[in-house]
């Protein structure tokens, strides 16, 4: 909160919004648990404040995407069972996974090794079994899953608690690669299933497999993107009733009143047409705000209207033409991520125009952007 009250410019998070997605998909889901993903910082909301609430609205389990991140989560009390979601690549980062009661992703066979060596005779660890059924980022192909499999089962302290892949177009109503993925995990589980391997459960969906597949959702739901109250593509949009939880906000740091023809920011690429307030906004790219979103014609939101960034955005400030009618003033409240009266500019809306997905737009809030949590 310091920062917020010395730096006028903050990310307000509203954990009602988080609780209330958890409850709308875990709705749809159900009976499959909802396992939330809260790795990069909880997609830059806060991943411990996100963690707790998805909890108390019914997730039953938490995803990270490295260890460390699960060592937070732990650090802060939180007890729900945290995976990591690729196998741990260093024996260090593996013994850390045990000590912290992670529960570990494996697809290689050193990587049951190493799991194995950092449990040593210490009480049972579950571990997970990822199988690539076509994304080729991660993940054991059949043959090696029933090795990986086999290997785990032969280690007396690992426990196979869970089977999982991951999709990789699921966020593509249409596109049939998600069925063939889901035929292949299928069959590597059966195959396993004849080898005497069982495990507890096996998940395959995304935020966009639980919305959009129900063929996906299986024993567990791993949401991401929904859980913050985003659409996973533009052609998932309004499916479900989500609540985006985040708005980036700022006050207005400074006021000039300029003649028409003066030029503003670094390489005075932006002219004033009439006699028009600027003002300055306290964000800039190193905090997430990125350059370009004035080359793709930007705006922000201000007394309830949209206001144009006038000039390149700099590394921690950014100006915008209020032109002659607008009430603007030290102090005033702008909005650059959400909404402010009847209007509102999406993530969606930045990642459309500068051409990425609302993932990014999110990630790319700055570590010096105080995250305030509502609720
Ligand atoms: C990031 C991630 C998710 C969550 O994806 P969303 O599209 O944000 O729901 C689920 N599973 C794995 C393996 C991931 O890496």
Not at 144 to 166: E, F, M, N
Request: charge should be negative; proline fraction near 5%.
């Amino acid at each position: 909160m310091r920062e917020a009250v010395l730096r006028p410019a903050w990310a307000e998070v509203d954990l009602h919004a988080v609780r209330h997605n958890v409850r709308v998909l875990s709705e749809l889901a159900q009976p499959a648990e909802f396992l939330a993903v809260v790795k990069a910082n909880g997609y830059g909301l806060g991943a411990v404040p996100v963690a707790r609430a998805a909890l108390e609205a019914g997730a039953t389990r938490l995803g990270v995407a490295v260890v460390d991140e699960g060592i937070a989560l732990r650090e802060a009390g939180i007890d729900a069972p945290i995976l990591v979601l690729s196998e741990p690549a260093l024996p260090e980062a593996m013994a850390e996974a045990v000590h912290h009661r992670l529960t570990p992703t494996l697809y290689t066979e050193a990587g049951v090794e190493m799991a194995a060596f950092a449990v040593g005779q210490r009480r049972p660890m579950n571990v997970e079994l990822k199988v690539d059924t076509g994304m080729h980022r991660v993940g054991a192909d059949a043959d090696t899953a029933v090795k990986v499999a086999r290997l785990i089962q032969d280690s007396p302290h690992l426990h196979l608690a869970g089977l999982w892949t991951h999709l990789a177009v699921a966020d593509e109503p249409e596109n049939p690669y998600t069925a063939l993925q889901l035929e292949r995990f299928e069959s590597a589980r059966d195959r396993l299933a004849r080898e005497g391997v069982v495990p507890e459960y096996v998940h395959a969906a995304n935020s966009a497999g639980a919305i959009a597949h129900p063929g996906a959702r299986y024993d567990v739901v791993r949401c991401g993107i929904a859980l913050y109250g985003y659409d996973p593509s533009p052609a998932l949009a309004g499916l479900v009733d989500l609540r985006p939880a985040l708005t980036l906000r700022a006050r207005v740091s400074h006021v000039q009143e300029l003649a028409a023809g003066e030029r503003l920011s670094y390489g005075l690429r932006y002219e004033v047409k009439e006699r028009s307030l600027i003002a300055t906004v306290p964000l800039g790219y190193a905090d997430g705000v990125p350059r370009r979103w004035f080359d793709v014609g930007g705006s922000v939101l201000i007394g309830g209207r949209r206001v144009p960034i006038a000039g390149t955005i700099t590394m921690d400030q950014l100006v915008v033409d209020c032109g002659s009618t607008l009430e603007v003033g030290v102090g005033s409240d702008v909005v650059l991520l959400g909404r402010q009266g009847d209007q509102e500019i999406t993530a969606d809306e930045w990642a459309a125009a500068l051409g990425t997905i609302n993932y990014e737009v999110l990630c790319g809030i700055g570590p010096r952007v105080t995250r305030v949590h509502i609720g």
